[in-house]
Each structure stands twice: as structure tokens, then as C-alpha cells.
């Protein structure tokens, strides 16, 4: 029988980590979660959601339909509208996870009804793997790892 790491134990005790609400709904989904952060104008293709920004540890992955976990954006308040038409594609992400909100990516989550939340304790990008089923709840401001 193999026993869990310390962090290991910690990690599966952890369910519920609280945030800042920045965008208000809920969504469920599977976390894809990086240390980069997004420029949302240039980074990620709104026909396709892919992640198309060369060198980009998400580089070829594809956002559509994920709860997206990154510190923060970068780049061009046009990123803001590159996430609104992301979510006329049907390509947006079903939430965002940052560790630090900027207003191109709050803005973004805003005008397009992602739900979004950033400031968690404990650190979402230290707490959540890619691939885990995540539930974000931007109006309370809570993520829960299902």
C-alpha cells in the first residue's frame, strides 16, 4: 500500500478555495491551468479557442468550454473583445480563474457572462492540475474541486 505525500493529503483535503467574485454566474467544467499569463489579443484564436501563442506553455490547447486558471492578463484592452467574441463562437472558456485580475480580462468575463474570480485562498494555480473537474461560482466568489 503506497502512502500520500504530505502535499498530496493536502491537496485532496482542500475542496473549496475562497475568492474575489469578479463576474457574476456559475460554470462547470475541466481546469486548464498555466503560470503564463493570457494576452487574450494575439494569444488565443477566436474561430477555434486554440491557444495559438508561440512558446506559450498552452501553446495547441484548446479553451473552449474550460475553466481557464492563470495569474493575469497581458497585453491589449482589444483582449477584452477578442474574450466577447471568443464567447459568440462558442469557443470562450466556461470560467476564469486568476490569481491577480487586470480590467482586460475582468472586463472581458464582464460584458461577455464568463464567470470569473480571482484572489484565492489557497492559490488556485498552486491547488488546481489541469484536468481536474472544477465549479466556479463568480457571484460568491468560491471555486470548488469536484
Do not use: C
Not at 485532496?12 to 469578479?22: E, Y
Not at 480563474?97 to 494555480?125: F, L, Q
Request: proline share 5%; no cysteine.
Amino acid at each position: 500500500m503506497h502512502t500520500l505525500t504530505n502535499a498530496w493529503q493536502e491537496r485532496i483535503a482542500i475542496r473549496t478555495l475562497k475568492g474575489r467574485p469578479i463576474s457574476r454566474g456559475q460554470a462547470e467544467g475541466e481546469a486548464l491551468v498555466t503560470n503564463q499569463s493570457i494576452s487574450f489579443l494575439g494569444s488565443i484564436d477566436p474561430d477555434t479557442g486554440i491557444v495559438v501563442e508561440k512558446g506559450h506553455e498552452l501553446e495547441g490547447k484548446d479553451v473552449t468550454g474550460k475553466v481557464l486558471v492563470f495569474p493575469s492578463g497581458k497585453g491589449s484592452t482589444v483582449g477584452s473583445y477578442v474574450m466577447y467574441q471568443l464567447k459568440k463562437n462558442g469557443t470562450a472558456p466556461a470560467a476564469v480563474i486568476n490569481r491577480s485580475a487586470e480590467p482586460i480580462v475582468a472586463v472581458g468575463a464582464i460584458i461577455s457572462d464568463i464567470p470569473m474570480v480571482d484572489s484565492t485562498e489557497p492559490d488556485a494555480i498552486d491547488t488546481i492540475r489541469t484536468g481536474d473537474r472544477v465549479r466556479v461560482d463568480g457571484t460568491r466568489g468560491a471555486v470548488d474541486i469536484l
